[in-house]
Structure formats: structure tokens, C-alpha cells
């Protein structure tokens, strides 16, 4: 009802302020008056009209501020969550850094201890082949000295034996071997 009555008087006051206009100063400071009336009664019906719809709007406008300012809250916090484990993770690289640099170095020095092994067995097996193998040919130089020296004691033996053995000396050699050689028959 009271909502009738100022639509009606919003409806009047603009034709009286018309006619007052028309008419003169003859209202005064009843056409200001009746100006702001009408001001305020225009703006008590949009209120009116509008309240629940704009309650509605600014209602679920602040619940979307609100739901966006609890997404950023979680955002955030994961994002200080994140930074916090990489900074933990920074922190401990400096010495992953440091245990994969000394596991390399025991590592590396490891592997060059077991190459210097590998290199004197090896080399161990080389000298004990070649100290084989000079035995070897050292026994087979001294079976030729040998042979040759026997050789040599030979050929010296029977040109000593040509030359000091005569035609007299081989005759009674010959002699003295039928001499046994018959007398075993």
C-alpha cells in the first residue's frame, strides 16, 4: 500500500514541479522542496523494486570474492608448500653434490687400483713368460754349444789323431783289436 501511495505521489510531484515551472517563483522553496522529495522518493522505489535482486547479486558476488580469495589462499599456501620443499631440496643439493663427487673419486680411485693390479699381473706374467722363454732358449744355446763344442773336440781329436798317429801306430792298433776281437771268438 505504501508503495501505491508513493508511486502516486512520484507521479503527481513531477506535474506539480512542471506546473510550478510554468507558473513562476509562485512556490518558492516548495519547488526545491518538492524536487528533493521527488529525488528521494524516486530513489525509495528503485531501492524498493531493486533491493532483492541487488541483494542477490551482491550476495553471490561476494561469495565469488570470497570463494576466490579461498582458492588463492589454497594456491598459496601449495605455493609455500612447493617453495619450501625446493628450498629444503637446494639446501640438501650442496651435499648430494659433494657425496656424488667423493663416491666418483672413491669410485675412480678405486678402478685405478684395480688397473695398476691388472697392469703388474700383467706385467708379471710378461716377465715370467719372457724369463721362460730365455731359459728355454738359453738351454737350447747351451744343448748347440754344446753340440758344436763336441763337434769341434772331435775334428780337433781326429786331425790331432791324423797328424801324431802313424802308419805304424795304426798298424798295431789294427793288430792289437783283431787280436781281441779273436780272441773272445
Known amino acids: 500500500m505504501a508503495l501505491l501511495l508513493g508511486a502516486v505521489v512520484c507521479l503527481a510531484l513531477p506535474l506539480g514541479a512542471w506546473a510550478a515551472e510554468n507558473a513562476g517563483d509562485r512556490w518558492g522553496p516548495w519547488l526545491e522542496i518538492g524536487k528533493f522529495a521527488n529525488l528521494v522518493l524516486v530513489v525509495a522505489v528503485l531501492v524498493g ?33 612447493r617453495l619450501a620443499e625446493i628450498d629444503l631440496r637446494m639446501s640438501s643439493l650442496d651435499d648430494e653434490l659433494r657425496e656424488i663427487g667423493a663416491a666418483a673419486q672413491r669410485e675412480a680411485q678405486e678402478e685405478h687400483g684395480r688397473l695398476i693390479a691388472a697392469a703388474e699381473r700383467d706385467a ?25 763344442v763336441a763337434e769341434l773336440s772331435v775334428r780337433l781329436a781326429r786331425e790331432k789323431i791324423r797328424d ?5 801306430d795304426r798298424n798295431r792298433l789294427f793288430a792289437r783289436f783283431v787280436a781281441r776281437v779273436g780272441g773272445r771268438e
Open 124 to 148: 708379471q706374467r710378461i716377465v715370467e713368460r719372457a724369463r721362460r722363454e730365455i731359459d728355454g732358449m738359453t738351454r737350447a744355446a747351451q744343448i748347440e754349444l754344446k753340440a758344436h
Open 49 to 81: 523494486v531493486a533491493r532483492k535482486p541487488l541483494r542477490n547479486f551482491f550476495a553471490s558476488r561476494s561469495q565469488a570474492i570470497r570463494d576466490q580469495l579461498e582458492e588463492a589462499q589454497r594456491a598459496r599456501q601449495e605455493a609455500e608448500a
Open 164 to 168: 801324431e798317429v802313424t802308419d805304424d
